[in-house]
């Protein structure tokens, strides 16, 4: 596709049920971020991937918290038993390789979690 | 810690005039700055960037400027117009950061008529 696609736009979860975010980035996009914007916050790292290799996941808050990326392109926010302090925009990026830092890396429009 | 810092989270300026965006870090080791612009229910987009060896970088109305010795960077739209009106976000990385952006809280520009 032309931009980087997030599924779903809003999500409503019950206190500790699992939900599952996903990304779609840009078609030939070799780096994938997941970053978490708290309200009236900037984002804020969570992981990396380039292809299929998690290269960094230290901003995950808990290990309930789990991204993949198995076969290089689509990948999946996983959260494992929510909390109220979990809800947040929760934001994909992806980038050519080599380019990130020239032209920065482009955003989807986000998944709205919301736990109740 | 905050490491990136946008001071201001608001800004209000005339069709026109300039608006002026400032950010201060505080990690020695970044050496790329970028600023992002937000529309309400979108994702941020890139806007301008500099690396740590240039202290000035230019495209069309908006420029942004690096003060390495203060750790300060800030963002310049001339004029400014009621399109402008968003969030803006200062982001920094270093070069063994992995591409990660560490980003400042925002500002919000409004423009007006």
């Known amino acids: 596709g032309a931009g980087v696609s997030q599924s779903p736009r809003y999500k409503v979860a019950k206190r500790g049920q699992d939900v599952a975010l996903r990304c779609d980035p840009i078609?030939?996009?070799?780096?994938l971020f997941w970053y978490q914007q708290a309200l009236g916050q900037g984002p804020e790292f969570l992981t990396y991937?380039?292809?299929?290799?998690?290269?960094?996941k230290s901003g995950l808050p808990s290990d309930r918290f789990f991204a993949e990326r198995p076969e290089g392109s689509v990948s999946t926010l996983k959260i494992q038993r929510t909390q109220q302090e979990d809800s947040a925009v929760y934001l994909c990026?992806?980038?050519?390789?080599?380019?990130?830092?020239?032209?920065?890396?482009?955003f989807g429009s986000g998944t709205r979690l919301t736990v109740v | 810690d905050q490491q990136v810092k946008q001071n201001s989270p608001s800004l209000s300026v005339q069709e026109g005039r300039i608006s002026i965006l400032n950010c201060d870090y505080t990690?020695?080791?970044?050496?790329?700055f970028l600023w992002y612009k937000k529309y309400p229910a979108e994702g941020p987009t890139f806007l301008i960037s500099?690396?740590?060896?240039?202290d000035k970088n230019e495209d069309g109305r908006f420029t942004v400027f690096l003060n390495k010795s203060a750790k300060h960077l800030s963002l310049h739209i001339v004029p400014s117009q009621p399109g402008d009106s968003a969030v803006y976000f200062c982001?920094?990385?270093?070069?063994?950061?992995?591409?990660?952006?560490?980003f400042g809280g925002g500002t919000r520009l409004m423009v007006k008529p």
């Open positions: 500099i690396s740590s060896i240039k």
């Open positions: 078609s030939g996009h070799v780096s």
């Open positions: 990026a992806s980038s050519d390789y080599g380019t990130t830092l020239n032209y920065g890396y482009t």
């Open positions: 991937f380039q292809n299929e290799a998690q290269l960094d």
């Open positions: 982001a920094a990385s270093g070069s063994n950061a992995g591409n990660m952006l560490t």
């Open positions: 990690n020695s080791m970044f050496d790329y």
